[in-house]
């Protein structure tokens, strides 16, 4: 059965820094895109960066850019996203999902986990 699972989320002051993790089980992680998206309540699920599966292209939301990086260990069959900088705007709980083809769309994503929360507050 394939399975995507998010750790990593936690509270943290503005300013700090978290690493999420998203590991799949059930089929391998390289052969396909991987995305990190994140849901604030009362908004709309919104991507945040993705890797590609073709040639380890990575891709952020503006709003990311220069704070949050995006990696892969395919001997850990893991995904990362490393979240530096973080602003209380970042609080969300954010997921990771499997695509054939990389982007910030969420509609392009088949499998989903089940979501971890980040909270940036002092």
């Known amino acids: 059965q394939l399975q995507l699972v998010e750790s990593g989320g936690g509270l943290v002051q503005p300013g700090g820094s978290l690493r999420l993790s998203c590991a799949a089980s059930g089929f391998t992680l390289d052969y396909y895109a991987i995305g990190w998206f994140r849901q604030a309540p009362g908004k709309e699920r919104e991507g945040v960066s993705c890797?590609?599966?073709?040639?380890?292209?990575?891709y952020y939301a503006d709003s990311v850019k220069g704070r949050f990086t995006i990696s892969r260990d395919n001997a850990k069959n893991t995904v990362y996203l490393q979240m530096n900088s973080l602003k209380p705007e970042d609080t969300a709980v954010y997921y990771c999902?499997?695509?054939?083809?990389?982007?910030?769309?969420?509609?392009?994503?088949?499998?989903w986990g089940q979501g971890t929360q980040v909270t940036v507050s002092s």
């Open positions: 890797i590609s599966n073709s040639d380890g292209s990575t």
């Open positions: 999902a499997a695509a054939d083809i990389p982007g910030l769309g969420s509609n392009l994503y088949d499998y």
